[in-house]
Nanobody, 120 residues
Framework: QVQLVESGGGSAETGGSLTLSCAVS????????MAWFRQAPGKEREVVAC???????IYEDFTKARFTLRRILSKNTVNLQIDNLQPDDTAMYYC??????????????WGQGTQVTVSS
């Protein structure tokens, strides 16, 4: 059984940093693409960044170098570091695993999400 468990969300002030973690079980992150999505209140879910099974990250334009994907292979975990947090980053952040190895992924599996709230 594949499970994705996000953690690391919380409240932060503008300009701060957070590192979100996605711990994966039942599936090796070296065999599938992984992605982080976010959904702000009243908005559609959007992809933030994706990383292939080979470890190549791809970032959406809006991330503007503030977001960094890292894989911790020993923990089968994918982290998303967000620097210089902005109020517009306030959203529920979801981790997803795809049915293939490359980006964009097919989002076959989802975590439950972790909330990020940024105050101005």
């Amino acid at each position: 059984q594949v499970q994705l468990v996000e953690s690391g969300g919380g409240s932060a002030e503008t300009g701060g940093s957070l590192t979100l973690s996605c711990a994966v079980s039942g599936l090796s992150i070296t065999t599938v693409g992984m992605a982080w999505f976010r959904q702000a209140p009243g908005k559609e879910r959007e992809v933030v960044a994706c990383i292939s099974s080979g470890g190549t990250p791809i970032y959406e334009d809006f991330t503007k170098a503030r977001f960094t994907l890292r894989r911790i292979l020993s923990k089968n975990t994918v982290n998303l570091q967000i620097d210089n947090l902005q109020p517009d980053d306030t959203a529920m952040y979801y981790c997803s695993a795809g049915g293939g190895r490359t980006c964009p992924i097919s989002s076959q599996y989802w975590g439950q999400g972790t909330q990020v709230t940024v105050s101005s």
